[in-house]
Structure formats: C-alpha cells, structure tokens
C-alpha cells in the first residue's frame, strides 16, 4: 500500500483531477514557482487512456496511445515533488470557500482528507457514456481498445473515409452526431437503437424533422436489441441481434454522450453551467458566477468540464491559461 504523501498546510493551487488538464495545470505551476497539490482517482479515469492511437499530438507523428501521453505528463510531474504533490488514487467530494481561497474534501483509500489552497482549479474532466450489453459495459472494451468502436468525433472521424460505420445511440445527439459524420466521407452510415425508441423523448414534429434529415443523407435505423459482439478476430465490428441476426461493419461509433458531468464540485462553488451542463469560464478559464456572470475570484475550470472543445491540446491550452493568468495577477 502507497504511503501517504505529506500535505502541506496550504498550497498556491489545489488542482482537482490529474488527467491532461490537470497536470499540465501541475507542471506549470511548478515551472512559474508556484506550489501545487494535484488531487487525482487516476489515469484511468481519464477519457483518453484507452484511446490506442491519437493522431493530433504535437510532436508523434506516428500518434500516440493515451494512457502512454498520460504516463510521460505524470513523469514530467513527478520531476517537480519539491513543488507539487501529486495525489492518487484520490477523489475529491467537496469543496468550499474559505477566508484564505478554498479546502477541499477528499477520499484516499477511504480515509477522508482536506487540503487548502490559494486558488483552486478543476479539471476533473467528463465522463463518456459506454455502449452496454446486457447491463454490462465490459463487452465493448476490445473493440474499443482496438480503436474499432470510436468515441470522439473530433479525434476519430478521419478514420470514417470509405468504412462501413454502425452508430450507437437513439437520441438527438446521436443523430446530429451521424450527420456530421458525413463530412468524412464513410461509405454507409446505419444507426443501432439497441432495443430503445428511436428518438422517444422528441416532440413529434422534431421528430419527423430529425428524421427527415437522415432520410436525406441515406442513414437508417434499426430498433432491434443487441445482444453481443462479435468480429475481433477479424478486425471489424459485428453485431448480433436479439432475433439471431448479424450484420457487419467496419467500424462502430458511440453516439450515446455523457454519463457523468462532474458537475457537483463547481455546483457547491456557484458557478455558471452552458445548456449541455459544461462550465463557463472567461478566456482565462476563471469560472463565471451563475449568481453575477463574473469571475469567481480564483476558481479555474480547465480541460473538457469548461464550455469549449473536448480535445487534449486545448485542455493543456486552459490549464496554461489559467496558472498563467494567476502568475499575470500576481505580477
Ligand atoms: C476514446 C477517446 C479518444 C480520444 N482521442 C483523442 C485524441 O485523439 N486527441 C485529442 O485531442 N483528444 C482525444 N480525446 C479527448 C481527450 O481524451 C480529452 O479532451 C482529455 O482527456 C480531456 O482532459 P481532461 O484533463 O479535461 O480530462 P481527463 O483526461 O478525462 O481527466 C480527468 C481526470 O480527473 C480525474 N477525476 C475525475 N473526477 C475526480 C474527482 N472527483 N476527484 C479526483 N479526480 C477526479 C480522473 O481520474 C481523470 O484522471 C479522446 C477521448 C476519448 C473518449
């Protein structure tokens, strides 16, 4: 069992979530002298870390895996335990205002702790809703680490050119998904409801634009249960029905959204939430009152949970932003 890294008493930031927002955040503040305790569940609770191939890092021209990229931000963090202490697995479930900035309530092996800091920024990212089988996630895991089953749009479309592609999912989303998909070309797009009400919880006339839409764009539904998943061997994605059949596809894609927002933090904190449940911060990533619509004064939200683009360079762009918009204040 890990010893329990000494806390100091208070540190310049507290830092909630140590996924790539949250470490870059670390590292910085390190870099500009600042102390900094990182509060982190793991890497494995990061959206990327089963990502097997990323292809928009700077610097890998041959991609990257997620939880490698992971790896080398927490060696890089590591090389400043002078300045920054980096705690996991840790999850924080609490955090409040204090005279002095913020304290914030956290679990190690379930022994509840407090750490205090000058200014707090979160960055526990969101949470990706997984395709279930049978009440169990577990049966995607494969493909999805294979990169055959593909959860980020922005990150994943490029591999759609000429696929076959099934899109999981039956709601609004999942459709607006399915139709920007189209730019990249694949070769038949069909929509798995998987058992659900294809777009149930539309009004009607929504509903019948909704799928007018995807008429147009040649993409289909299908209602029927699945009930397994087969094709790793052979490197494709088929799926079996409730009723003995099977089709084939190339590729799938998750069109389900989020499961988790990790809203309650930033809640307790009184902060602005956009429609889709992201936090709204200025350009510096100081998160906007939902009381005032200004700045809370050093709060910071960075990585995917801030309204903006779920992709890694920008949650290293407003994790920088923020330790430097502190540096900035300070001088
Ligand atoms: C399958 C997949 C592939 C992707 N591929 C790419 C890609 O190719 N390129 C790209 O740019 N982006 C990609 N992304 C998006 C990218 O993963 C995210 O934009 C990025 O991970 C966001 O970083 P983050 O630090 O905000 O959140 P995350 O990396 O998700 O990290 C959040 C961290 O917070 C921790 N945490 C959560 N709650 C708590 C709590 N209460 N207490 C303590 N810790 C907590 C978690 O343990 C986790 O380590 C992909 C996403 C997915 C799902």
Redo the contacts with the bound molecule.
Sequence with gaps: MPGFPRLQEAYDFVI???????LQAGLKAALLHFSAVV?????K????Y??PR???IPGFPEGIS?HELLDRQITALRQHEDRVTYVTP???SAARRTESGFEVD?EWLKQPRKVRGKTLIL???VV?RIPAVEGKIEPIFPWANQGLVL??EL??GHDLPGKTVAILGATRFTVNLALELQHFGPASMEILTHGELFLGGEPAAERAELERQLRTAGIPWLESEIVKFEGIREKNFTVKFADGTTRTFDLGFSGLGWYDM?GDLPHQLGAAFDPDGYVQTDEDARVLSAETGSPIPGLYCV???RSGW????E?WATAERAVIDVFARLA
Aim: hydrophobic content about 30%.
């Design positions: 909630v979530g140590g996924g790539h927002a949250g509060i982190d569940r793991g890497p609770y990061s959206r990327s089963y990502s990323m292809d928009n997620g840790a999850r924080a956290f960055a526990p990212g990706d959860f980020c990150c994943d990790h990585g995917d949970l779920n992709q890694i360079p949650a």
